[in-house]
């Protein structure tokens, strides 16, 4: 049984799997374009010869625009199942006039019955909603993950929220009363494949392993991709899409968006609306538009309506009355961005007065002894974050090459040598917190001062990551290239961010690396942006959202967690499109 149904109170446990294969199930998906006049008709002595075993089946139609109809099967023999779930979704595809351009089929593998126990305290009865599926009373009268994610349907102590489900999908399933404890409850796992009416989009780097218009899906996704620069480069242009369309007219960002039912939350993040700004703007600088321009000003508007005076020529982003020295950090990288493609005197002399602040709060040590302080009272909080200085450093540095005041640059330098000296000295690889903002900086700050501690600590964080990436035995194919247990978006694309500052720094610098070295970091860089690949809105990811073209180009947060929130975004496109410029001028990687 799968890892998903083992440590659940079963009562029954099927399998029907039997006889099934990778190719006869890729064979079912070609056989399901032929009956959507997608292909041309052909006989499958394989498919036809597959009648000795009971097979369950589901069938999802799609059009492009959030609407579907999903229906399932049985019969003897993986055929016999989806002509039946065949004709129940086409016909109800009609009844919608649906028009389809896509297509999945899913093959139930295993299911178990769940004890009457467990059914009636209904809380933990999956730990990956992404990959378990429910049915009840037959196991051809269910829904799919998808269907879990889209519609939230279960509750945060994983039990079914029967209220969402009944609403959802309850004519469907045919049950007057959804109470699971009147009914035989079931849990079950697929195999998938996704069909278009074209061909499979390559710009997305989808490897197309059974036919253009096919691929093999694991928990709703593709899992082999081409790794390219290319690749890279139009992904990063959705998410620069996405950011620009989230930016209202009065320069806020749409903050966090949940792509399942459609919805936007109100909470905000000064913050990550700063550095989101100053991914998009990144992205401007290779392919400037009047309409991105126009919105990342808005965006800017929105920024200096944060901005306080606390003394003569000195500014604080403010936050609920707070700054935070991560807000003047980042403040500083896209003001100085702002300056730099737009010669925005503005801009800059704004980014000056921030950078005042953060060296205000640097004693002779170099450390930054202010993290975060009330703007009316005057008092420092004890709050200290690892990622702060990082941001500060980097910001100072991107200043001193707008303004070349080498106050900035001294100040930078001070902070990288406390930062290592005392505050990560003696800690052991994985006490060393994997900070991205720091290498991202420290790529800077040795070609002003180029110090041995500053490579080696470099060295150490690159060892610290590479220990921790998920490889080859992870639980689950997609966590490969992730960190954590269960690893997420952001982890990957941050670390991603800083391997790339690194690889930048010790490529210009053949003496201080080995060829072999640099070609590990590149491959830790690969799998990372593989596995960010995987949580990205774009081809058969849109299948299952109400609305495809505003969540198109986002990042979700997990492999089980399909909300968007802009940093999610930022940090992926930063980290693709630096591979971009870094390697672009190389072949792909599988």
């Not at 903050?255 to 990144?282: C, F, K």
């Not at 492999?559 to 992926?572: A, K």
């Amino acid at each position: 049984m799968s890892q998903q149904l083992q440590s659940q109170q079963i009562s029954e446990e099927q399998h029907f799997h039997q006889g099934l294969t990778e190719s006869l199930i890729d064979d079912l998906a070609i056989w399901l374009a032929q009956q959507l006049y997608w292909q041309p008709p052909s006989s499958n002595n394989r498919l036809a010869a597959d009648c000795a075993h009971p097979r369950v089946v589901y069938l999802t139609l799609a059009d492009d625009c959030g609407d579907y109809v999903t229906a399932a099967g049985m019969g003897l023999g993986l055929q016999a199942a989806a002509k039946v779930a065949c004709k129940k979704a086409m016909g109800q595809a009609r009844q919608l006039r649906l028009s389809v351009n896509q297509a999945k089929i899913d093959v139930v593998m295993r299911a178990a019955v769940y004890s009457p126990k467990r059914v009636a305290l209904n809380q933990g009865l999956t730990t990956d909603e992404s990959i378990l599926g429910f049915a009840c009373n037959s196991l051809d009268n269910g829904w799919l993950p998808e269907e879990t994610l889209r519609y939230r349907l279960l509750k945060k102590n994983g039990g079914i929220h029967y209220k969402r489900t009944r609403l959802a999908i309850g004519s469907r399933l045919g049950v007057k009363n959804l109470k699971a404890k009147k009914h035989r409850l079931y849990g079950f796992t697929t195999a998938s494949r996704y069909v278009t009416k074209s061909a499979i989009a390559q710009e997305w780097g989808h490897q197309t392993e059974v036919k253009p218009n096919v691929l093999r899906l694991y928990r709703g996704h593709n899992t082999q991709f081409q790794v390219t620069a290319d690749v890279c480069f139009a992904r990063a242009r959705a998410g620069a899409d996405y950011l620009a369309r989230q930016i209202r007219e009065d320069g806020s960002f749409r903050y966090m968006y949940q792509a399942g039912p459609d919805d936007v939350t109100d909470e905000y993040n000064l913050l990550r609306h700063i550095g989101s700004l100053w991914s998009l703007l990144d992205f401007y600088r290779e392919e400037p538009t009047a309409e991105v321009k126009a919105a990342s000003y808005r965006a800017l508007d929105y920024v200096y309506q944060h901005i306080d005076e606390v003394a003569p020529g000195v500014l604080a982003t403010n936050e609920n009355n707070f700054v935070k020295l991560g807000g003047n950090g980042l403040g500083l990288l896209t003001l100085s961005l702002f300056h730099e493609l737009f010669a925005d005197k503005q801009a800059l002399e704004t980014a000056q007065g921030l950078a005042r602040w953060i060296v205000n709060s640097q004693n002779e040590q170099g450390e930054f002894t202010i993290h975060k302080q009330g703007l009316k009272t005057g008092k420092v909080q004890p709050f200290i974050s690892d990622y702060y200085p990082g941001e500060a450093i980097f910001g100072l540095m991107r200043l001193f090459h707008q303004d070349g005041n080498n106050e900035w640059r001294d100040a930078a330098v001070a902070a990288s040598q406390w930062l290592i000296n005392v505050r990560d000295k003696g800690k052991a690889l994985v006490e060393l917190e994997h900070d991205h903002w720091l290498l991202y900086g420290l790529n800077e700050v040795y070609r002003v001062s180029p110090q041995p501690l500053f490579i080696e600590h470099v060295g150490k964080l690159i060892k610290a990551m590479r220990d921790t990436q998920h490889g080859a035995d992870s639980p689950h194919m997609d966590w490969r290239g992730g960190w954590y247990n269960p690893p997420r978006t952001t982890p990957a694309a941050t670390r991603c961010e800083g391997l790339l500052a690194s690889w930048h720094l010790l490529n210009n610098h053949p003496d201080l690396t080995t060829r072999e070295e640099l070609a590990d970091l590149q491959q830790m860089i690969i799998r990372s942006l593989h596995f960010q690949f995987q949580n990205q809105f774009v081809g058969e990811k849109l299948m299952y959202l109400t609305n495809p073209q505003q969540a198109f180009g986002g990042f979700h947060s997990n492999l089980t967690n399909w909300h968007i929130r802009i940093d999610y975004v930022q940090h992926s496109l930063s980290a693709m499109l630096a591979y971009w410029r870094l390697f672009r001028e190389q072949g792909k990687y599988d």
